[in-house]
């Protein structure tokens, strides 16, 4: 009250203890020491703190750059420790696994030089040209997952293994006989994707500090939209529409659908549990609570021995997946090289075998 000189004043005054709160706290007494009332004196020490916020603010950055060097060598030895250690728990599994990886890449980048010093491209099979580009994107999501897990994020790259799940279940379905036209509407679908991303583009790039598209840019994505709702009609504009001739008319085609359609559906639980690590759902936060003893923490960053060979195993599977069905459609349209039928040999064996390594450093780290 009045007249009393408290011993301070309540912490509550400024939320959380804190540096800046026991700095407003201390001013606080010293002005009702000084025979302020105690909320004028609250009052008082806010409003000096929030006029040279700013200052400090900058006092702070400044700071932070100027030790920021050595921050950042802590942060960086941290992380090699980490790598090092997921390094010596799985290095030679690490290795089978890029040497699988190198080995589909050399395979469709041989069939694709083939494929176009031939002549076979200039008779465009879409077919074929829409594997060439699946196949390609399936040994980069690959080569991410690698660099994920040699980093030890296996949730991200758990994110990554779901991508190439559906690449192996689009590329199944297209490299089946007479796909042609389904591999036509494949690649059309692509003008609904790219107006979709254009109208939200255009609906949010004022408040994004963005430069619009223009008049002429947005007429011609809209003219390729219309076209392709004219040529495949009306429903082609919801997703995955371009497998509908697969489906009795009007079904809602989801990843689920096209599984079932190339046997596929069996691997839908580790897709499912992938899916956590995508989106924003409640399972998922739960999952980045982890224990290391009697000690519980919530996961921030990078960290090592989080299902590491069952992912890196899954997107080797599916990999090699994508690369037979290349090779297999490829071949209807060209003559059978078997250099390519023994080249799916070798990655069939190569990732069986870092399946065995991945197994023996979870065994060796589990002691089963």
């Excluded at 349209?333 to 069986?352: F, H, Q, S």
Aim: charged residues 25%; contains cysteine; proline residues 3%.
């Amino acid at each position: 009250m009045a007249g009393e000189r408290p011993d301070r004043v309540p912490a509550s005054s400024f939320g959380r203890k804190s540096v800046f709160g026991e700095i407003l706290e201390t001013a606080a007494i010293q002005a009702v020491e000084s025979g302020l009332p105690e909320d004028e004196a609250v009052e008082a020490a806010i409003n000096a703190f929030f006029k040279v916020k700013s200052q400090i603010r900058n006092l702070i950055v400044r700071d932070l750059h100027m030790s920021k060097a050595a921050m950042l060598e802590e942060q960086e030895g941290w992380r090699r420790e980490l790598e090092s250690e997921v390094e010596r728990d799985y290095g030679t599994a690490f290795a089978n696994y890029a040497a699988a990886l190198r080995v589909s890449y050399e395979i469709g980048s041989g069939l694709h030089e083939e494929y176009v010093r031939t002549g076979a491209a200039d008779e465009y099979s879409p077919a074929c040209q829409v594997l060439f580009l699946l196949h390609g994107r399936a040994c980069t999501v690959a080569g991410e997952v690698l660099h994920l897990l040699r980093g030890g994020y296996a949730d991200g790259a758990n994110a990554r293994h779901r991508t190439l799940h559906e690449l192996a279940t689009v590329i199944d379905i297209l490299s089946g006989e007479g796909r042609e036209e389904l591999a036509a509407r494949y690649i059309a679908y692509a003008a609904v994707e790219r107006y979709k991303d254009m109208v939200e583009y255009q609906q949010n790039c004022e408040r994004l500090g963005y430069t619009p598209y223009g008049a002429d840019a947005l007429l011609e994505a809209k003219q390729e939209y219309e076209a392709a709702l004219e040529k495949y009609g009306p429903k082609f504009r919801k997703r995955n529409q371009w497998a509908a001739p697969l489906f009795p008319p009007g079904v809602d085609i989801s990843i689920a659908s096209l599984e079932q359609l190339v046997g596929l559906s069996h691997k839908r639980p580790f897709y499912s549990n992938a899916n956590h690590q995508v989106h924003a759902g409640p399972r998922a936060a739960l999952m980045n609570l982890h224990r290391r003893g009697m000690v519980s923490y919530i996961g921030v960053g990078a960290r090592s021995g989080e299902s590491v060979g069952e992912i890196a195993h899954g997107t080797l599977i599916h990999l090699l997946h994508c690369t037979a069905c290349l090779v297999t459609r490829v071949h209807e349209a060209t003559d059978t090289n078997l250099d390519d039928v023994m080249g799916i040999e070798v990655l069939r064996e190569l990732v069986a075998d870092a399946g065995k390594s991945f197994h023996r450093a979870s065994a060796r780290m589990t002691g089963t």
